[in-house]
């Protein structure tokens, strides 16, 4: 009995200690989840809860499947290594330490990465800007063109009379030729408008014109009155001349334009067209659609020559301040590295970034580099990538600052007018 009833009162103090250890570990561990948690990115959290992107920052962390390109593929040899390194996309940009590396393919092409991947588009599609340089080549176009012709200045037509060959004016070899107010000029009746007629129009006209003067000379009389074209399209030729004149010797029928300031070009035969931002495509629709206004039997094919040069600056504690040319995708410490680095005081926590929006106005941001450019940070996000005709702007550090200050007010200012050695003021024969 004595026994039962220690054994059961052993069992109950068990239970009570047992059971609050129990919470106390469910509750740590609940907590080391929860810190976990909280401890990943914003941005981390979006791409495990949607697999999309950053729902922080509205950055997609995948391309579309629509842009995943085929890659070169690398001949496997020697011994490859396995690298550890840190992907800036399974941090979607957050700061992260060395502490945070993992195994990555980070030379898949091996002795191949001279050649490098091929790499995303820069843009998805480019658009013209002034400075950009096109060639518009002419071609012929051979294709039936829906509906009838219509006669233009400069054409030339023989009017033909069966009832009487001697009032036929113009012959096979040069017709009567349209001037250019539109009208032909012919015995008898003298100026008839003709230029944006067609044919059977033009005949109709001419029927009515003659049948006062000519006896039996109207519609029904079939094959009194015919109109011949001799020479036709003339504009096309005129714009051929023009475009090989413009071309200059062995050119071909091509011309070469430069976007002007004002986002236009000037073309033959239909002047002015705005081609600022459009891509190739939209320009070649604007221009033949202008074209076809006024001429047929023509295709007008754009190519982009050479894009207009783009510019980066840079100023301040730097080795070799100056203008660059940005010749492809660049960030802030490439182009720095331009510039020979960055001086001793110089202050690459503070570096200024002045930018030109799409409509001219300032826009500027303060960049903290400091610990990429020593080595303590492996995914800065403030690497960002420069814009045509940013300035870049490297302030001297506040220690710089006060040097510069004794230096030009104490070194070079009071020092440099009383000498170091003092003042000696002479009183009688006491110094």
């Keep these: 009995m004595l026994k039962d009833t220690m054994n059961s009162i052993a069992s109950k103090l068990q239970a009570a200690y047992l059971l609050p250890a129990i919470l106390r570990l ?50 496997y040899g020697g011994c490859p290594n396995c690298m550890r390194g840190i992907d800036c996309r399974d941090h979607c940009g957050q700061p992260v330490d060395w502490s945070a590396m993992r195994p990555i393919d980070f030379q898949p092409l091996l002795h191949g990465e001279f050649i490098g991947p091929i790499r995303l588009p820069a843009m998805v599609d480019y658009r013209m800007r002034a400075g950009d340089q096109l060639q518009f080549v002419y071609i012929l176009n051979r294709e039936q063109r829906i509906g009838e012709y219509r006669l233009q200045v400069g054409d030339q037509v023989r009017i033909s009379f069966a ?40 005949r109709s006209q001419l029927l009515k014109s003659y049948s006062t003067y000519i006896k039996n000379l109207n519609e029904d009389t079939g094959v009194s009155l015919d109109v011949i074209p001799v020479k036709i399209n003339t504009k096309l ?4 001349n023009a475009v090989t004149n413009l071309g200059g010797f062995n050119s071909g029928q091509a011309v070469n334009a430069t976007i002007m300031p004002d986002g236009k070009v000037d073309l033959p035969l239909i002047g ?13 629709t604007e221009v033949n659609l202008r074209y076809e206004s006024v001429v047929a039997g023509m295709v007008v094919e754009p190519r982009l020559l050479q894009i207009a040069p783009r510019r980066f600056f840079v100023f301040g504690e730097v080795r070799e301040p100056g203008v660059y040319n940005l010749e492809g995708p660049t960030t802030v410490t490439q182009a720095l590295a331009q510039a020979k680095g ?32 020593l080595g303590k940070d492996p995914t800065p ?23 510069d200050f004794v230096r030009q007010v104490f070194t070079q200012g009071i020092y440099g007018v009383v000498p170091f050695g003092g003042i000696s003021i002479q009183l009688g024969n006491v110094q």
Aim: charged fraction near 20%.
């Design 26 to 75: 469910t509750m740590l561990v609940g907590s080391i989840a929860l810190a976990t948690l909280a401890a990943q990115p914003a941005c981390a959290q979006a791409q495990v809860q949607a697999n999309m992107g950053c729902s922080t920052c509205q950055t997609s962390l995948n391309p579309a499947p629509s842009l995943m390109l085929v890659q070169p593929q690398a001949y």
């Design 237 to 240: 030729e005129d714009l051929r």
């Design 163 to 202: 009832l009487d060959p001697n009032l036929t004016q113009g012959d096979l070899n040069r017709g009567v030729e349209i001037l250019p107010d539109g009208t032909l000029i012919l015995n008898m009746i003298g100026a008839v408008p003709a230029a944006g007629l067609t044919l059977p129009q033009l």
């Design 342 to 373: 960055v001086l001793v005081g110089g202050n690459d926590r503070q570096i200024i970034i002045f930018r030109r929006a799409e409509d001219w106005r300032l826009v500027a941001t303060k960049l903290d580099l400091r610990g990429a450019h």
């Design 381 to 403: 996000a403030d690497e960002i990538w420069l814009r045509d005709s940013d300035l870049i702007i490297v302030p001297r550090t506040p220690m710089k600052l006060t040097n």
């Design 272 to 284: 002015p067209v705005m081609l600022q931002g459009m891509t190739r495509d939209e320009i070649k």
